[in-house]
């Protein structure tokens, strides 16, 4: 269940472990690198870390033995989903009709993220988001908190408890929002700072300095926002950029001397190898040299885009600029904290312009290529002996239908493609973060 924790310090999983040591690439399935599968192993899990993996049949040593075994065979043990791009608060507002992203904004987000003051409110909605995101096979996060500083304390407080790997911080916003939820320069630095000396870099929470976007704030507080970024070392800076054409035109009327939307980031230097930006649909050549010269990234918001219309992300085209690229759900403008059916969606965008995504690609880039690209490889993203234990466990298929293809695939790509497809959060078995069952199937 949810939340349900073990205090064994060994634990033993077994089952089809599958990750990956390079990109595969926009390759075919059969020629693509990297890909890692040991059927019918063991994943043996020391406190917070992976101590070692072993084929099931080679014998454990004694003091193993006595571990706690979980028995997954026929199952597929991965490292847990890295959500790159997510809204706690939205989790209010998933599955709200029919508007555009400015007009979703003021209709539904705005409203949701205000009730975020109360900080009762925001403990109830971090503990909430972050079951959901266990649920969903994801355990680790790049995370937009609120404008108040409360709700940023929330998740810091949440994910600490949990040793959970987030990313997170007070969103910066001081124009074009309603009442409730503007800031002011000198206030917002103060808690910013606040919440990096108490939170940054303590119990795997790090801090991200927030922008909403560019035309909630004002040229003040992005010059601020640049010199958090400048002085604090290792914090990360997350925020949107050319999501949407008329937010494009929006952002060009209010910054007129800056030369483009990302512009108007990297000359405050907002933009560095630390900075993950959501979206990035309307940019154009110049911009992506920008981001490939600082190793920035782009999250990719596959269901957001469809959902909201706002236009199709040319992945491989980024990739060929040298721009990184990671994956996210966007919830609420994305319709599910999934990342299986936000892969699926990628696939489908992609399609649209010929170009084919494989599994492969699919799941590297929301496990070892997120942990690239956020600089956390040495910790998360693989299954390898030294790396924190966070793990899900998820069946290939659920429902006559999956099953029916699955007995049907003639290779594991075909399995897993299948399984990417057709799947969601109901195929996940387990997850662990940390070394720590957080939810299991009932």
Same mark, same amino acid.
């Given at each position: 269940m949810p939340g349900a924790v073990s205090n064994s310090p060994r634990r033993v999983l077994r089952g089809d472990v599958l990750d990956f040591t390079a990109d595969p690439g926009f390759n075919p399935p059969g020629e693509s690198p990297g890909v890692r599968f040991r059927p019918d192993h063991l994943v043996l899990i020391e406190g917070e870390r992976i101590a070692a993996v072993q084929?099931?049949?080679?014998?454990?040593?004694?003091?193993?033995?006595?571990?706690?075994?979980?028995?997954?065979?026929?199952?597929?043990?991965?490292?847990?989903?890295?959500?790159?791009?997510?809204?706690?608060?939205?989790l209010d507002v998933i599955?709200?009709?029919?508007?555009?992203?400015?007009?979703?904004?003021?209709?539904?987000?705005?409203?949701?993220?205000?009730?975020?003051?109360?900080?009762?409110v925001a403990d109830e909605g971090a503990?909430?988001?972050?079951?959901?995101?266990?649920?969903?096979?994801?355990?680790?996060?790049?995370?937009?908190?609120?404008?108040?500083?409360?709700?940023?304390?929330?998740?810091?407080?949440?994910?600490?408890?949990?040793?959970?790997?987030?990313?997170?911080?007070?969103?910066?916003?001081?124009?074009?929002?309603?009442?409730?939820?503007?800031?002011?320069?000198?206030?917002?630095?103060? @808690?910013?700072?606040?919440?990096?000396?108490?939170w940054h870099g303590k119990d795997r929470q790090s801090y991200a300095v927030t922008v909403r976007f560019a035309p909630t704030s004002t040229s003040e507080q992005l010059v601020m926002?640049?010199?958090?970024?400048?002085?604090?070392?290792?914090?990360?800076?997350?925020?949107?950029?050319?999501?949407?054409?008329?937010?494009?035109?929006?952002?060009?009327?209010?910054?007129?001397?800056?030369?483009?939307?990302? @512009?108007v980031y990297d000359r405050d230097g907002l933009i560095g190898p630390r900075a993950v930006l959501a979206h990035g649909i309307w940019?154009? @050549?110049?911009?992506?040299?920008?981001?490939? @010269?600082?190793?920035?990234?782009i999250a990719h918001s596959p269901s957001s885009n469809l959902f909201l219309g706002s236009g199709l992300f040319d992945w491989r085209l980024a990739e060929q600029s040298g721009v990184n690229v990671s994956l996210a759900s966007d919830v609420g403008g994305g319709t599910s904290l999934s990342m299986l059916r936000n892969m699926a969606d990628a696939y489908k965008i992609q399609a649209m312009q010929g170009v084919r995504l494989s599994a492969w690609k699919a799941l590297h880039t929301a496990t070892a290529g997120a942990a690239q690209h956020l600089g956390l490889h040495d910790e998360i993203g693989r299954v390898e002996p030294g790396l924190m234990a966070d793990l899900a466990v998820w069946d290939t298929a659920v429902g006559p239908v999956a099953l029916h293809?699955?007995?049907?695939?003639?290779?594991?790509h075909e399995r897993l493609f299948a399984w990417i497809t057709l799947g969601d959060e109901r195929n996940l078995a387990a997850t662990v973060v940390a070394g720590q069952p957080r939810f299991v199937r009932p």
């Open positions: 084929p099931a049949d080679q014998p454990l040593t004694p003091d193993w033995q006595i571990a706690e075994q979980l028995d997954h065979r026929g199952r597929l043990i991965m490292p847990g989903f890295i959500d790159t791009h997510v809204h706690c608060p939205q599955a709200s009709y029919g508007t555009e992203l400015l007009d979703w904004l003021n209709t539904y987000t705005f409203p949701a993220e205000r009730r975020y003051v109360d900080e009762s503990e909430r988001f972050l079951e959901a995101l266990w649920a969903h096979g994801t355990t680790s996060a790049v995370i937009f908190a609120t404008v108040h500083k409360t709700s940023a304390e929330a998740l810091f407080r949440r994910g600490s408890e949990a040793r959970m790997r987030l990313v997170t911080g007070k969103v910066l916003m001081d124009r074009h929002a309603p009442d409730g939820l503007r800031d002011d320069v000198a206030q917002a630095e103060r @808690d910013c700072v606040d919440l990096i000396q108490r926002a640049g010199q958090l970024v400048q002085h604090h070392h290792g914090v990360y800076m997350q925020t949107h950029v050319a999501e949407n054409r008329d937010e494009v035109r929006w952002v060009a009327e209010l910054f007129p001397d800056a030369r483009s939307y990302l @512009d940019l154009d @050549d110049n911009d992506r040299a920008v981001l490939r @010269d600082h190793g920035a990234q293809r699955n007995g049907l695939a003639r290779d594991l």
